[in-house]
């Protein structure tokens, strides 16, 4: 049992642990980017933080001396016991064992645990916080921002390549900027290098903070209809819209015309280039609720 920051490279020692390159498994070690991720969520000791993946707990250290409670999910059995013998003496601490994809955040933080005297109850709203398994970043995103009730604000951090894309604006828009911006603000927050990790990835990294919007971006139209229309428009995304669109619904280039230019987009436009506004004016005019 101890307050204290676990020691990573002590702790993969004592337990004689072979990282999973598999798994994400690469530990951030630098206490000062640590202790700038959690500062970045804003915690009061009214919060109640879910944790995507803990590793040995170097970041859920920070995360418990801020918050009101602390929940961490982490898929790597191995790790679970060693977690909670580390924060054994800190009852607003709990581990799950289990693949964050697989459980909804807003049930895990719903769960009944110990809360320090006077701050979260079990109702409250939640924030996301999470050293994220590079692989899994695009499903951890759509996850956690489809969630009901999503959290208020989630601080990521992800390869510096997917931050760049994830903030980027109308002339360099992807499926995954219009995902994230559909339901949050990103903000790219400071870099962290490849030589704060163990082992060290191929990589640079960069936080991101997404304040989630209290209703999308879109309000109007429904969000299952507009991603239809969004990841048709992006899936032959070096195309024309009238060239995507009529190959991603199955309709005719005249008809993907009509739809474009109804909603005052040129046909020979690429998705890229289109606001989330433009979306979605074209999202109702193909579903005829304009
Ligand atoms: N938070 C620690 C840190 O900052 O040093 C560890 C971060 S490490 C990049 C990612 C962690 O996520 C690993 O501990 C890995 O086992 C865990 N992980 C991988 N896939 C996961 C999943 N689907 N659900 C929950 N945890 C996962």
């Known amino acids: 049992m101890s307050n204290k920051a676990p020691s990573t490279l002590a702790l993969v020692r ?20 640590l202790a700038r991720i959690a500062g ?29 409670r602390v929940i961490a999910v982490e ?37 009944q645990g110990p809360v320090q005297p006077g701050t979260a109850s079990a109702a409250e709203p939640y924030k996301v916080v999470g050293n994220l398994p590079y692989y899994i970043t695009s499903a951890v995103l759509r996850h956690v921002l489809e969630s009901l009730p999503p959290p208020t604000l989630a601080v990521l951090l992800v390869q ?39 082992p060290r990835p191929k990589v640079d990294s960069r936080v991101v903070r997404l304040d989630v919007r209290a209703q999308p971006a879109v309000p109007e139209v429904e969000p299952a209809r507009f991603f239809k229309i969004v990841r048709a428009g992006f899936g032959q995304r070096r195309k024309q819209l009238r060239n995507s669109l009529s190959a991603g619904l199955s309709c005719t280039k005249e008809q993907a015309d009509y739809w474009l230019a109804s909603s005052g987009i040129e046909p020979r436009r690429r998705a890229e280039t289109l606001s989330l506004q433009e979306w979605g004016l074209l999202t109702r005019t193909v579903y005829g609720t304009v």
């Open 14 to 33: 004592r337990h004689n642990l072979n990282l999973k390159k598999s798994l994400g498994q690469n530990l951030l070690i630098d206490s000062t980017h």
């Open 160 to 198: 510096e390549e997917v931050a760049r894309r994830m903030v980027a604006q109308s002339g360099a828009m992807s499926l995954l900027a219009v995902s994230v911006q559909f339901y949050a603000r990103p903000r790219a927050l400071h870099k962290i290098p490849a030589g704060a990790f163990l």
């Open 75 to 111: 898929l790597d059995q191995r790790l679970v016991p060693i977690l909670r013998a580390e924060f054994a003496g800190q009852p607003h601490v709990s581990f799950v064992h289990g693949d964050i994809l697989q459980v909804s955040p807003a049930e895990l933080t719903r769960m």
């Open 40 to 68: 970045a969520a804003d915690l009061e000791t009214t919060d109640t933080v879910l944790e995507i993946g803990p590793g040995l707990g170097a970041l859920t250290y920070h995360l418990a001396e801020r918050a009101g």
